[in-house]
């Protein structure tokens, strides 16, 4: 009698340690975190992302977010707009995954960065159930308005200075205000669209004011050398009057379109801007079309934007030396870098037999593992069965054998 009872006794535990035997699927915590929570059209702004839970493997998330607000620019894995892949664990007993993603502030406005994860196994491939989180990014305004200066004018008598102040120069030195009339000796003779003629400065004056970031430079102009500045990004600037020598000004000339045209500086608090010409080759962005704005008493060429008659896309060199589309808000006064808004994403292909299976666990992962645990609950249960039966016919048997004794 005491042998039957420890042989049911062994079989329960058995049965009872077999639960243990099945799959456990434990809850990821997502959480989404910005470097600021509050920015400035232009600046960057960094999202990361933390995945918890312990002895974590693998996993593969989306996220979303206002395209219209905010440009994505890329993350920490090199991963597709849209995914995050975080690198696996390289051992177990890690606890957490972490990932990073840049965007762009487009315009004003706020947008949510929401993250949610689907797919997620522990080091031992256990299935991990799935997680979300989000974070709110709002976008202000530039807090410095920039004030448009022009230092072309057609009217000579607001013809620009050489330095930033709107007047001729006023230097103890000579100046082309106070200079003699020009003469072939000194002076090249030039017909400066929107301008007139004017007589082109062989050689700068000494002490002369110059723009801040230019230095003087000899350059060729129609086979003869010449005295001229040259700034940042390869903006050559030439000195000239009219034929009495007076209003100066500088000008800008593109050797490569052998082309000279006023020279207009935008001026933003600590950052100065040299207006140039659109190249021919410029890609116009949808909605905008090629035109002029009035900057001052003058127009420089602009693109216009066809749904906003305040919005203007200015080709401009920062003193930094990076030439680039800049936003001009005309009634606001904002000047920004131009950011294109982002194309619509392409399918991602297809791999081929030829590529290598990624490192990271599939999504078909999850249904192989949910068959696997459909199985082994079958097995526990149809093993319970039997073990209940085999209990009962060995009880049987006993009761029988005491009977006949």
Same mark, same amino acid.
């Given at each position: 009698?005491k042998?039957?009872?420890?042989?049911? +006794?062994?079989?329960?535990l058995?049965?009872?340690?077999?639960? +243990?035997?099945?799959?456990?699927? +434990?809850? =990821?915590s997502?959480?989404?975190s910005?470097?600021?929570?509050?920015v400035?059209v232009?600046?960057?702004?960094t999202v990361?992302?933390?995945?918890?839970?312990a002895?974590?493997?693998?996993?593969?998330?989306?996220?979303?977010? #206002?395209?219209?607000?905010?440009q994505?620019?890329g993350?920490?894995?090199?991963?597709?707009a849209?995914?995050?892949?975080?690198?696996?664990?390289?051992?177990?007993g890690?606890?957490?995954l972490t990932a990073t993603?840049?965007?762009k502030?487009?315009? %004003?406005?706020s947008?949510?960065?929401?993250?949610?994860?689907?797919?997620?196994? #522990?080091?031992?491939?256990?299935p991990?159930?799935?997680?979300?989180?989000?974070t709110?990014?709002?976008?202000?305004? *530039?807090?410095s308005?920039?004030?448009?200066?022009?230092?072309?004018?057609?009217?000579?008598?607001k013809?620009?200075?050489?330095?930033?102040?709107?007047?001729?120069?006023?230097s103890?030195?000579?100046?082309?205000?106070?200079?003699a009339?020009?003469?072939?000796?000194t002076h090249?003779?030039? #017909?400066?669209?929107?301008?007139?003629?004017r007589y082109i +400065?062989?050689?700068?004056?000494?002490g =002369?004011?110059?723009?801040?970031g $230019?230095g003087r430079?000899d350059?060729s102009?129609h086979?003869?050398?010449?005295?001229a500045?040259?700034?940042a990004?390869?903006v050559?600037?030439? $000195?000239?009057?009219?034929?009495?020598?007076?209003?100066?000004?500088?000008? %800008?000339?593109?050797?490569?379109g &052998?082309?000279?045209y006023?020279?207009f500086?935008?001026?933003? *608090?600590?950052?100065? $801007?040299?207006?140039?010409?659109?190249?021919s080759?410029?890609?116009?962005?949808?909605?905008?079309?090629?035109?002029?704005?009035?900057?001052?008493?003058?127009? %420089?060429?602009?693109?216009?934007s066809?749904? &906003?008659?305040?919005s203007?896309? =200015?080709y401009?060199?920062?003193?930094?030396?990076?030439?680039?589309?800049?936003? $001009? &808000?005309?009634?606001?006064?904002?000047?920004?870098?131009?950011i294109?808004p982002?194309?619509?994403?392409?399918p991602?292909?297809? *791999?081929s &037999?030829?590529?290598?299976?990624?490192?990271?666990?599939?999504?078909?992962k999850?249904?192989e593992?949910?068959?696997?645990?459909?199985?082994?609950?079958v097995g526990?249960?149809?093993f319970?069965?039997?073990?209940?039966?085999l209990?009962?016919?060995?009880?049987?048997?006993?009761?029988?054998e005491?009977?006949?004794?």
């Open positions: 009698m042998s039957y009872r420890k042989l049911i +006794f062994y079989i329960l058995i049965t009872l340690f077999s639960a +243990f035997l099945l799959p456990q699927v +434990f809850a =990821l997502v959480s989404v910005a470097s600021s929570s509050s400035k232009g600046d960057s702004v990361t992302v933390t995945f918890s839970q002895n974590i493997g693998a996993l593969t998330a989306t996220f979303s977010y #206002d395209s219209s607000v905010l994505y620019t993350d920490s894995n090199s991963s597709s849209g995914k995050i892949s975080p690198l696996p664990a390289s051992g177990p890690l606890t957490s993603m840049t965007f502030a487009l315009k %004003v406005g947008s949510t960065v929401s993250v949610s994860c689907s797919s997620a196994y #522990d080091f031992d491939e256990n991990i159930s799935g997680g979300s989180g989000s709110s990014i709002t976008v202000s305004a *530039p807090s308005s920039p004030s448009p200066t022009s230092s072309g004018s057609s009217s000579p008598s013809s620009p200075s050489p330095s930033k102040s709107p007047s001729p120069s006023t103890a030195s000579p100046s082309p205000s106070e200079s009339p020009t003469s072939e000796e090249i003779k030039a #017909d400066i669209p929107g301008v007139g003629v +400065f062989r050689k700068l004056p000494d =002369l004011n110059l723009p801040e $230019y430079v350059i102009y086979n003869e050398t010449i005295e500045l040259s700034g990004g390869g050559t600037l030439l $000195y000239a009057v009219d034929k009495a020598g007076k209003n100066a000004a500088f000008f %800008v000339y593109d050797k490569a &052998d082309q000279i006023s020279l500086l935008l001026t933003i *608090p600590e950052k100065t $801007y040299t207006l140039l010409q659109l190249p080759d410029v890609n116009i962005p949808e909605g905008y079309a090629l035109g002029e704005m009035a900057l001052g008493d003058r127009a %420089v060429p602009a693109l216009l066809i749904t &906003d008659a305040n203007f896309l =200015l401009a060199c920062s003193a930094g030396g990076e030439a680039a589309l800049y936003q $001009y &808000d005309a009634k606001n006064g904002f000047f920004y870098p131009y294109a982002p194309e619509p994403e392409e991602a292909p297809l *791999p &037999d030829s590529e290598e299976p990624a490192i990271q666990p599939t999504p078909d999850g249904s593992d949910g068959t696997l645990t459909l199985i082994l609950a526990f249960i149809v319970f069965i039997a073990t209940i039966a209990s009962g016919t060995l009880m049987s048997r006993k009761n029988t005491t009977e006949d004794k």
